[in-house]
């Protein structure tokens, strides 16, 4: 039993770190085939001929692309994310901003679980009441919204009109205030989303019979909910919430750019602007290696339903 | 890449109705105004500056792509000279300069009584040091043109030598930008000990907090402290000047000056002869290369509506001469005009083809520039050219179209002096000779302006130059766009110097 269940981890693993190469395979050549490079991007107009040259040759910019991946992925597993255009490293720019991007990103994340669980909830104690068509119907509205647009309205409202939130974040670890309406722009679409998920999950296991023994058996709402209802419906609540910690990282990168959050978003896109291939590619292989323990994460949730139940 | 450019899209709409609620939540009034009376001591101020992570560059002898980093730079460190209105030149650490007969060799007497933040006297071992590692830096040869790493030396304590190739009378303007002063020999330049007006409390990841330097040589600092706050972006600096979260966002441009302008208690300051924006007509081959074509194009257009919709009014209309701030530009000129019918006659006389259509390459690098071509375009269809806007992204148009396209919008963000844009953008050997002009009267009257030492007759020269250009250069310089800060009307003493004299804060208070 166990020996199969190690293969069986180690087979997924393998499978997850070969499709994370090949993302990043895919990655690099992108930003290969744009046009444009690194070495214009980076100095200044006026520079020379030799000093173009100079600098084309430092970043290996002469070298075939093939050669550039390969060097930089073999660094990649020593742990040397290798250098910008500029010559900063790489590691110490990103694993900088990382913490900050993974402290916004998972703030949201954590709220759009507790409010989808509470809203979905409060659906399910009486199917079809006003509450349930009210949150269901924002619900709808809400996960259509784009991350802009919310953003957008909460820093007209509530910091230029209210003055009681700051619109721009400053330096890393600045006051939490900071995070609010930046979590608040992310989580809400989300909440919408999952929340929607939560309620037919719920709705799901009301009508198997051992919820429908309970109620019968007189027992109170709350222990129906959470020890009938929230462990079978506990997987598909996981996976949509792991699907929603891709949809966060990718609202991030707008987000930071409206509250000028110091995070990877913001490096991502600048990375993108100036073809800083191996920055983009260590951007992609933090947020896919972050999504990837997330997805394990979710399939032990599983394996824990389904086995408990 | 089509999503992030969907992303991008989409934030430029949310910027644009965040300023719209800006403007539109109080009723128009009279744009608040810098504090009057006697500057009042003390104080933080928080000023708001663009710079990227990924660009940011802490050595003063390097290049620095973010404004946020120059600018602490420019507050650590003191230069030769700095940038003024009239003349350009204003000392700094260099208190007079004089040159030799031959213009070749200039010798700068540098103040008494400088010190480091650090107590150490500066002397002129450490600012011939300084500009010898800036010479020897990556863009040492664009910065100190025609001046040899040997030909920088001390000559005592107090006076620096710098000798050029050929003669040059612009050699104290050189200096005025980018040479910052360290002590000589150090090797960690970020953060070292400088000679400026403040000195480093703290960087953190392109930010950084400033506290005074009650030494200072140069005169009083009313402000303690300032603190430099790095943005990714225009749109989130400007929301931070509304909601009070900065005193102070440099370089914020039209479009925000426009709408936010109108709120209480946030001022405008207009720093005129900021940005020449202009059109590049390649005049070594293609569709343009006839003068004849050049000067119908140029006789087109509309300045003043290019001036009024695309850098908002904050501007005005320019003659096709670059260094529009320069005390020397030669308002004497007759500004070209709108004249279709002239236009036409001169297209038809020189065979142009208004059947085809011509791609005028555009990018968004600076406000105004890629509005500025749909404009354009729709002009010179009232003269039967047909053009065709593409909007290429920053990266491409530098590398690709910049200095090679037949027909491109560009821009040049130094034009406080005539022969310093000549000698960058217009010469024949200039490395960014962006319309492939090469002029034997053009180069001859450059030669002539640079090695003059006469004042009169510098000024003689250079309106020759200027004459030259405006008849047939390959640019199309329609207008002179404003440097635009915005800034709480607590903020008093704010410099109103174009292109990098905004970084000029020491003279800076706050009322309260």
Known sequence: MIPHRTTRVLGQLTRRVVTLVALLAITFFAVEVLPGDAVVSSLSQDASDAEFAARRAALGLDQPVLARFWHWIAGVFSGDLGTTARGQHIADLVLGRLPQTMLLGGTALVVTVLAALALGSLCVLRPGGRADRAIAGTAMVALALPEFAVATALVVV????????????????????????????????????????VRAAFGEQLGTPHVDAAVLDGLSRRRILTHYLLPGAAPTIAAA????????????????????????????????????????????????????????????????????? | MASLTRRRMLQAGAAAVTAWAAGGCTPEGTPASAPTGPPRNGGTLRVGAIGKAAAIVRD???????????????????????????????PRLATRWEAGEDLRTWRFTLAENVAFHDGSPCTAEDVAWSVRRLRQSEAGTSRLPG???????????????????????????????TTFVQKKGTTDPAGAPGTGPFELDWFRDGNARLVRNDNWFGGEVHLDAIEVRMFDRTASMVN????????????????????????????????PDDTAHYVVMRTSDGPFADPRVREAVKLAVDRKA?????????????????????PCYAKDIPQRERNIDRA????????????????????????????????????????????????????????????????????????????FCAGKLLVSESKLNEAAWHDPAFDAAYQQVVSTADDKRGAQLSHDLQQVQHERSGLLVWGAADGIDLASDKVGGLPDLPGYGRVQLERAWLSG
Request: aromatic share 6%; glycine share 10%; proline share 5%.
């Open chain 2, 306 to 326: 290019l001036v009024d919709q695309a850098i908002s009014g904050y501007g005005k209309p320019a003659n096709d001469i670059l260094g529009t701030g320069d």
């Open chain 1, 158 to 197: 509530f910091a230029i009109w209210l003055r009681v939130l700051p619109a721009a974040t400053g330096t890393a670890a600045t006051s939490p205030v900071a995070l609010v309406l930046p979590v608040i722009a992310l989580a809400l679409p989300q909440i919408g989303w999952n929340t929607r998920v």
């Open chain 2, 240 to 271: 931070a000047v509304l909601t009070g979260e900065i005193d102070l966002a440099s370089n914020a441009g039209a479009v925000a000056a426009r709408t936010a302008g109108k709120r209480d208690g946030v001022q405008v300051v207009r720093r």
């Open chain 2, 60 to 90: 003063p002898f390097g290049v620095q792509p973010n404004d946020s980093d120059y600018l602490i730079l420019s507050l650590l460190y003191d230069t030769v000279t700095i940038p003024a209105k009239s003349p350009l030149v204003a």
């Open chain 2, 344 to 419: 036409r006659k001169l297209l038809d006389e020189a065979g142009f083809d208004r059947s085809r259509s011509y791609q005028l390459l555009t990018t968004e690098e600076i406000p105004g520039m890629a509005e500025s071509a749909t404009l354009l375009a729709n002009q010179l269809q009232e003269a039967g050219v047909k053009i065709d806007v593409r909007k290429q992204d920053q990266a491409t148009f530098l590398g690709a179209s910049r200095g090679k396209a037949p027909l491109y919008t560009s821009f040049y963000g130094t034009q406080d002096s005539v022969v």
């Open chain 2, 147 to 177: 001046i040899d790493v040997s030909g920088i030396r001390a000559e005592g304590p107090r006076t620096l030598v710098i000798e050029s190739r050929y003669p040059n009378s612009r050699i104290p303007l050189l200096l005025r930008l």
């Open chain 1, 241 to 309: 919430a792991a699907t929603s910690v891709g949809m966060v990282l990718g609202g991030a990168v707008t987000i930071e750019a409206i509250f000028n959050f110091p995070g990877l978003g913001s490096v991502l896109i600048d990375a993108v602007q100036h073809r800083d291939a191996p920055l983009v590619a260590a951007v992609v292989a933090l947020t896919g290696a972050l999504i990837t323990v997330v997805l394990i994460g979710c399939d032990a949730v599983r394996a824990w339903a389904g086995g408990g139940r």
